[in-house]
T-cell receptor, first 113, second 110 residues
């Protein structure tokens, strides 16, 4: 039973528009969340994180929203660029130590020129 | 500053053969991890280490062993490879919490 779900395996967006990637979790004990981006033949790279004491965190074009009551988080990319085309993984943890992270299966984002 | 490196990048094994995957980091991180990634699934933690000389089991440890004799290196061993171990293996290190990943090793067991 997957504790972290990314129900959209893929998403296509036009360049310049907003990309919204969604992630749902089932364990109410999770209190730290991260997004990673992965290009083909490379390892994942850290993008942005949020702890459960916040409901929003922003870093440049990337914003993560957390809705604890719905056990849902989303990553917004505005504006989307072709270089954003990658697989995005959501991860959740109880505490912010790496051994507890549970990763979702990923969403492949394609930004079309 | 190379970050996290993994050796080898690709490997094909026959069932029953053994091999060791090497992970090295130059960021002086205490924590290191080994994950596997299979199609349609997220990364799953195999083993991890919170410091030199320590190791612990993750979510899917069966069939693997690890060693952390030096702070900068984390080795993953397969003693008797099975086709179910065909996967892409990622090593990571962290302070924590953000993890820094290596480029991966694609392992095929026939």
């Amino acid at each position: 039973d997957q504790q972290v779900k990314q129900n959209s395996p893929s998403l296509s967006v036009q360049e310049g528009r907003i990309s919204i990637l969604n992630c749902d979790y089932t364990n109410s004990m999770f209190d730290y969340f991260l997004w990673y981006k992965k290009y083909p033949a490379e390892g994942p790279t850290f993008l942005i994180s949020i702890s459960s004491i916040k409901d929003k965190n922003e870093d440049g074009r990337f914003t993560v929203f957390l809705n604890k009551s719905a056990k849902h988080l989303s990553l917004h990319i505005v504006p989307s660029q072709p270089g954003d085309s990658a697989v995005y993984f959501c991860a959740a943890s109880r505490g912010n130590y790496g051994q507890n992270f549970v990763f979702g299966p990923g969403t492949r984002l394609s930004v079309l020129p | 500053n190379a970050g996290v490196t993994q050796t080898p990048k690709f490997r094909v094994l026959k069932t029953g053969q053994s091999m060791t995957l090497l992970c090295a980091q130059d960021m002086n991180h205490e924590y290191m991890y080994w994950y596997r990634q299979d199609p349609g699934m997220g990364l799953r933690l195999i083993h991890y280490s919170v410091g030199e000389g320590t190791t612990a089991k993750g979510e899917v440890p069966d069939g693997y062993n690890v060693s952390r004799l030096k702070k900068q290196n984390f080795l993953l061993g397969l003693e008797s490879a099975a086709p179910s171990q065909t996967s892409v293996y990622f090593c990571a290190s962290s302070l924590p919490p953000e993890q820094y990943f290596g480029p991966g090793t694609r392992l095929t067991v026939t």
